[in-house]
């Protein structure tokens, strides 16, 4: 399955999970843990459709010599978290409050806020720079 989405092949991605949960289902994969395999893999189906059109093809970009790390996004990501999710602050964030903190950053960091925000407000001129920055 790996292979799927490194080649950003989210159709075969997304089958070949049908295909286990389908063994699931008809008892091929069974045990203590093959609930949990089922919840998890359900979990997994379902980011992949919410985010298959952020979901590169890898093998492209290698070939055509791009950088694919995201270790930049993840230290990004754990920094912003852990300040906010460590108890001694007297303010914390819930998972929701984060995931939607993370979303804006993404869409700062990804220039996509100013868009975003045109299409919600049509009066937003997008001239305000400390708008973007204050995200």
Same mark, same amino acid.
């Given at each position: ?12 991605? !997304? ?25 998890? !893999? ?38 912003? !978290? ?26 700062? !960091? ?26």
């Amino acid at each position: 399955m790996d292979r799927y989405l490194w080649h950003g092949n989210v159709f075969k991605a !997304l089958r070949r999970i049908e295909y286990l949960e389908a063994d699931l289902e008809g008892e091929v994969i069974t045990g203590e843990s093959s609930e949990k395999l089922r919840v998890t !893999l359900q979990e997994f189906q379902t980011y992949i459709e919410n985010n298959q059109q952020w979901i590169p093809n890898y093998g492209e970009l290698w070939r055509a010599g791009e950088r694919i790390s995201t270790a930049f996004v993840e230290s990004a990501v754990d920094q912003v !978290l852990s300040k906010r999710f460590v108890k001694k602050q007297q303010m914390s964030w819930s998972r929701r409050g984060a995931h939607l903190l993370l979303q804006v950053r993404t869409r700062v !960091l990804n220039e996509e806020l100013r868009d975003k925000f045109g299409e919600w407000y049509p009066e937003f001129n997008g001239e305000s720079e400390d708008l973007a920055r204050a995200a």
